[in-house]
Protein backbone atom coordinates (compact mmCIF):
# COMPACT_ATOMS: atom_id res chain seq x y z
CA UNK A 1 0.00 0.00 0.00
CA UNK A 2 1.30 3.36 -0.55
CA UNK A 3 1.65 6.52 1.52
CA UNK A 4 -1.49 8.93 2.00
CA UNK A 5 -0.32 12.33 0.27
CA UNK A 6 -2.20 15.50 -0.16
CA UNK A 7 -3.28 16.79 -3.90
CA UNK A 8 -4.75 19.10 -5.54
CA UNK A 9 -7.87 17.98 -7.75
CA UNK A 10 -9.53 20.20 -10.33
CA UNK A 11 -13.22 20.25 -11.25
CA UNK A 12 -13.83 18.03 -13.70
CA UNK A 13 -16.52 17.85 -16.31
CA UNK A 14 -18.03 14.36 -16.10
CA UNK A 15 -20.90 12.57 -17.76
CA UNK A 16 -22.13 10.13 -15.04
CA UNK A 17 -24.82 8.36 -13.55
CA UNK A 18 -26.31 8.21 -9.85
CA UNK A 19 -29.10 5.53 -8.78
CA UNK A 20 -29.43 2.69 -5.59
CA UNK A 21 -28.76 -0.74 -6.13
CA UNK A 22 -25.60 -2.99 -5.40
CA UNK A 23 -21.51 -2.29 -5.81
CA UNK A 24 -21.62 -5.11 -8.16
CA UNK A 25 -23.99 -2.95 -10.50
CA UNK A 26 -20.61 -0.45 -10.74
CA UNK A 27 -19.45 -2.28 -14.44
CA UNK A 28 -22.99 -1.91 -15.52
CA UNK A 29 -23.32 1.65 -15.26
CA UNK A 30 -19.75 2.79 -16.06
CA UNK A 31 -20.88 0.68 -19.65
CA UNK A 32 -24.35 2.63 -19.86
CA UNK A 33 -22.30 6.12 -19.86
CA UNK A 34 -20.19 4.68 -22.36
CA UNK A 35 -22.79 3.85 -24.35
CA UNK A 36 -24.49 7.13 -24.17
CA UNK A 37 -21.22 8.80 -24.50
CA UNK A 38 -20.76 6.90 -27.87
CA UNK A 39 -24.23 7.55 -29.02
CA UNK A 40 -23.75 11.17 -28.38
CA UNK A 41 -20.49 11.96 -29.44
CA UNK A 42 -19.23 12.45 -26.06
CA UNK A 43 -14.95 12.19 -25.50
CA UNK A 44 -13.95 10.10 -22.66
CA UNK A 45 -10.71 11.88 -21.82
CA UNK A 46 -10.42 10.29 -18.10
CA UNK A 47 -10.41 7.23 -16.22
CA UNK A 48 -13.90 6.40 -14.50
CA UNK A 49 -14.24 7.66 -11.51
CA UNK A 50 -17.22 5.98 -8.26
CA UNK A 51 -18.31 8.42 -5.57
CA UNK A 52 -18.80 6.42 -2.55
CA UNK A 53 -21.62 7.79 -0.17
CA UNK A 54 -21.14 5.09 2.47
CA UNK A 55 -19.10 5.88 5.22
CA UNK A 56 -17.24 2.93 6.45
CA UNK A 57 -17.53 -1.35 6.39
CA UNK A 58 -20.34 -1.33 8.00
CA UNK A 59 -22.51 1.13 6.27
CA UNK A 60 -21.31 -0.32 2.78
CA UNK A 61 -21.69 -3.54 3.80
CA UNK A 62 -25.66 -2.97 4.80
CA UNK A 63 -26.18 -0.37 2.31
CA UNK A 64 -24.61 -3.19 -0.16
CA UNK A 65 -26.83 -5.94 1.21
CA UNK A 66 -30.21 -4.11 1.30
CA UNK A 67 -29.46 -2.51 -2.34
CA UNK A 68 -29.64 0.68 -1.37
CA UNK A 69 -25.94 1.46 -1.83
CA UNK A 70 -25.60 5.04 -3.83
CA UNK A 71 -23.94 3.74 -7.45
CA UNK A 72 -22.53 7.23 -8.27
CA UNK A 73 -20.58 6.96 -11.14
CA UNK A 74 -18.65 9.35 -13.91
CA UNK A 75 -16.30 9.66 -17.03
CA UNK A 76 -14.08 12.90 -17.31
CA UNK A 77 -15.60 14.25 -21.05
CA UNK A 78 -14.09 16.87 -22.92
CA UNK A 79 -16.79 18.53 -24.01
CA UNK A 80 -20.25 19.36 -22.26
CA UNK A 81 -23.17 17.02 -23.83
CA UNK A 82 -26.70 17.01 -23.20
CA UNK A 83 -27.95 14.64 -20.33
CA UNK A 84 -30.70 12.25 -20.45
CA UNK A 85 -32.91 11.33 -17.55
CA UNK A 86 -30.17 8.49 -16.45
CA UNK A 87 -27.04 9.98 -17.59
CA UNK A 88 -26.32 13.61 -16.38
CA UNK A 89 -23.60 15.82 -17.58
CA UNK A 90 -22.02 18.09 -14.95
CA UNK A 91 -18.99 19.24 -13.19
CA UNK A 92 -17.86 17.06 -10.29
CA UNK A 93 -16.06 19.54 -7.88
CA UNK A 94 -12.44 19.48 -7.50
CA UNK A 95 -10.48 20.46 -4.01
CA UNK A 96 -7.96 19.76 -1.49
CA UNK A 97 -7.73 15.69 -1.18
CA UNK A 98 -5.95 13.57 0.70
CA UNK A 99 -5.30 10.19 -1.87
CA UNK A 100 -3.99 6.76 -1.30
CA UNK A 101 -3.14 4.21 -4.20
CA UNK A 102 -4.57 0.87 -3.48
CA UNK A 103 -2.61 -2.39 -5.52
CA UNK A 104 -4.66 -5.31 -5.13
CA UNK A 105 -8.61 -6.53 -6.17
CA UNK A 106 -11.75 -3.69 -5.17
CA UNK A 107 -12.70 -6.09 -2.44
CA UNK A 108 -9.69 -5.74 -0.85
CA UNK A 109 -9.27 -2.03 -0.34
CA UNK A 110 -10.67 -1.81 3.45
CA UNK A 111 -7.18 -1.48 4.66
CA UNK A 112 -6.55 1.32 2.44
CA UNK A 113 -9.50 3.79 3.37
CA UNK A 114 -8.68 2.49 7.31
CA UNK A 115 -5.17 4.55 6.81
CA UNK A 116 -6.64 6.75 4.82
CA UNK A 117 -9.24 7.51 7.06
CA UNK A 118 -6.27 7.56 10.50
CA UNK A 119 -4.16 9.92 8.64
CA UNK A 120 -7.27 12.16 7.76
CA UNK A 121 -7.35 12.60 11.38
CA UNK A 122 -4.08 12.30 12.72
CA UNK A 123 -2.84 15.28 10.81
CA UNK A 124 -6.22 17.21 11.87
CA UNK A 125 -8.42 17.03 8.90
CA UNK A 126 -11.63 15.89 8.51
CA UNK A 127 -13.68 14.86 5.12
CA UNK A 128 -15.84 16.82 4.15
CA UNK A 129 -17.84 15.07 0.65
CA UNK A 130 -18.22 11.40 -0.56
CA UNK A 131 -14.50 9.49 -1.24
CA UNK A 132 -13.98 9.09 -4.48
CA UNK A 133 -12.45 5.60 -6.34
CA UNK A 134 -10.53 6.40 -9.61
CA UNK A 135 -10.12 3.28 -11.16
CA UNK A 136 -6.81 3.26 -13.27
CA UNK A 137 -6.61 0.09 -15.25
CA UNK A 138 -9.57 -2.45 -16.31
CA UNK A 139 -10.01 -5.20 -14.12
CA UNK A 140 -10.89 -7.45 -17.62
CA UNK A 141 -7.39 -7.25 -18.39
CA UNK A 142 -5.07 -7.44 -15.42
CA UNK A 143 -5.26 -9.87 -12.74
CA UNK A 144 -7.09 -8.94 -9.39
CA UNK A 145 -3.48 -8.47 -7.84
CA UNK A 146 -2.64 -5.79 -10.56
CA UNK A 147 -5.74 -3.30 -10.08
CA UNK A 148 -4.99 -0.14 -9.17
CA UNK A 149 -7.24 2.38 -7.52
CA UNK A 150 -7.00 5.49 -6.42
CA UNK A 151 -8.68 6.46 -3.50
CA UNK A 152 -9.45 10.37 -2.38
CA UNK A 153 -11.02 12.26 0.52
CA UNK A 154 -12.36 15.31 -0.29
CA UNK A 155 -10.34 17.45 3.44
CA UNK A 156 -10.54 20.77 4.88
CA UNK A 157 -8.94 21.57 8.64
CA UNK A 158 -10.68 19.85 11.52
Known amino acids: MSEVTIVEVPAQL ?7 GR ?6 ALGE ?5 MSHGAELIGMPVAMMHEIGKDAAVKADR ?6 DVAFPIAQPVESSDT ?6 PGGEMAKIVHK ?6 ESAYNALYAWVVDHGYMISDPTREVYLNDPREVPPEEILTEIYAPIVPA
Open 14 to 20: VLGIQRR
Open 23 to 28: YSEIPV
Open 33 to 37: IVHYA
Open 66 to 71: EGTAVI
Open 104 to 109: GPYEAC
Open 87 to 92: VKCYEL
